[in-house]
């Protein structure tokens, strides 16, 4: 039952954040406290809210019972209550129903318009609406597997419902994160292919949904490198949704690539602010402060993740980076091992471990390293960018070079952080660096960013 619950919680704050001058919390930050018990008011203060919706599912064979209630946490005032006994097939027509009583205790005076939108259903049928559930259910938990899970899942949803455009946004989504490093399973090529594709259907059945926005100005980013008309879908995701945190931790990479860092700094604290206790987001801060050299705040930061969730492989990956930069190697090398054992062998992983092990003078392990992403490579994808990552911490420039040069071919997603890279510090003076950064495009971006 936890992909239902989790569901309508979703459905409900997806719902709510439409309404005019309301700031809603996302998912992640209140999932933090599923399933403990917890006192409506301590939780309000620590989210900085004024009112929290807390409620509880229960199946019984066809039926569910929901119940729900309201309270001002600001005075602990009990706003609004109820409970629900409906068919499994009724859920669509309940969730308008306790989204519309939520509205109206708010006091929201809502136009037509928005009514209308409050109303707004994306599919008809109950069965395609559970399979997208439990398509986002996997999505949210971003492991390779459970990725692959909401592909599946996501594909089931179209099958039975073609004109279901957040499952077109899911699938787009779903694709995007296989393009990012920490995540590659697919080539970058396959993976924005797909997304793309996904994208601009869903924009194609409903032009103002927030996600599709989304993941289509990820794909004009990472794999187009076109910075501008990424910058535009983003901009169009936050206008047409204020609280999707994920349109501004995207959008911060564009600004933090061509080094708009305070820009960039902002705009992910502003995701940050939607979603406080989003270990996402808090890694996402401390990747911002690594890239604008400011490791002493990025050790903090991490340190925080890992409090919130002491396996999320992201943080122990860049506090790995972050303790390389510093030179200290062995705290390094035990992060990146950590994280290489939550990932399951991640390539992007084993590049950081290797290297480390290069800096460090270790050229045996590092070696070793390369040999297992070359033997990985004949049976998934390893990109060519993270052999260059360890040739780099080898100081072997030609090697690093003649790898970077295969990325560019393969259009790997990590080229476009390339100005602003930690890693490639050693190289950056070799003139193949500037020539790489020119085609890649980046320069171009820094000279319009300049006059701005």
């Known amino acids: 039952m936890e992909y ?3 569901g309508i919680t979703e459905t409900l704050m997806n719902k709510l954040s439409q309404l005019p001058n309301l700031k809603v919390l996302s998912r992640t930050s209140v999932y933090y406290y599923k399933g403990k018990e917890q006192d409506p008011q301590a939780v309000g203060k620590s989210l900085n809210v004024q009112a929290v919706i807390t409620g509880k599912v229960v199946q019984s064979d066809d039926s569910l019972s929901i119940s729900a209630e309201l309270v ?4 602990n005032r009990h706003l609004w209550g109820d409970r629900y006994t409906r068919k499994l097939a009724e859920i669509l027509v309940l969730q308008e129903e306790i989204t519309r009583q939520i509205s109206d205790q708010l006091r929201t005076r809502l136009s037509g ?4 939108r409050l109303a707004k259903r994306y599919t008809e049928n109950t069965e395609a609406y559970q399979l997208y559930l439990k398509g986002r259910y996997f999505w949210n938990k971003r492991t390779e597997k459970d990725l692959k899970k909401a592909i599946e899942y996501f594909e089931q949803t179209i099958a039975i419902d073609p004109t279901y455009a957040l499952a077109y946004a899911g699938l787009a989504d779903s694709y995007a994160l296989f393009g990012f490093s920490l995540y ?6 396959e993976a924005d292919q797909k997304a793309e594709s996904a994208a601009l259907k869903a924009l194609e059945i409903d032009d103002t949904l927030a996600e599709a926005h989304t993941a289509l100005g990820l794909i004009q980013f990472r794999s187009e490198w076109n910075w501008l008309k990424a910058e535009s879908e983003f901009k169009r995701a936050i206008e047409l949704n204020p609280n999707y945190a994920l349109a501004y931790q995207y ?3 564009v600004l933090a690539s061509v080094e708009r860092q305070d820009e960039a700094l902002t705009t992910i604290k502003r995701a940050q602010e939607l979603e406080p206790v989003s270990f996402i987001l808090n890694a996402a801060v401390a990747r911002h402060l690594y890239w604008a050299r400011q490791y002493d705040q990025a050790i903090e930061q991490l340190r925080k ?5 002491p396996n999320f492989m992201a943080a122990h990956f860049r506090l790995g980076l972050v303790y390389e930069q510093k030179g200290m190697y062995e705290e390094a090398i035990a992060q990146f091992s950590k994280a290489r054992t939550i990932s399951e062998n991640n390539p992007f992983v084993i590049a950081g471990l290797g290297h480390v092990y290069g800096l460090s003078g270790n050229r045996k392990k590092a070696q070793e390293l390369i040999s297992e992403l070359k033997e990985l490579s004949k049976r998934r994808y390893v990109s060519a960018y993270d052999m260059a990552v360890i040739y780099s911490g080898l100081g072997e420039r030609d090697q690093a070079f003649a790898w970077l040069e295969k990325a560019y071919q393969e259009r790997a997603g990590s080229l476009v952080y ?3 890279e930690p890693v490639f510090d050693p190289i950056r003076s070799d003139r193949r660096f ?3 950064l020119r085609r890649v495009g980046i320069l171009d971006q820094l000279a319009v960013g300049s006059r701005q």
Not at 113 to 116: D, V
């Open 434 to 436: 500037a020539d790489l």
């Open 4 to 6: 239902l619950s989790d």
């Open 305 to 309: 993740t890992l409090e919130l969730d």
């Open 251 to 253: 959008y911060a990479l």
């Open 418 to 420: 390339l100005k602003v």
């Open 184 to 189: 590659a399973a697919l080539s970058p090529r």
């Open 72 to 75: 001002d946490v600001q005075n």
């Open 113 to 116: 318009e928005e009514k209308k």
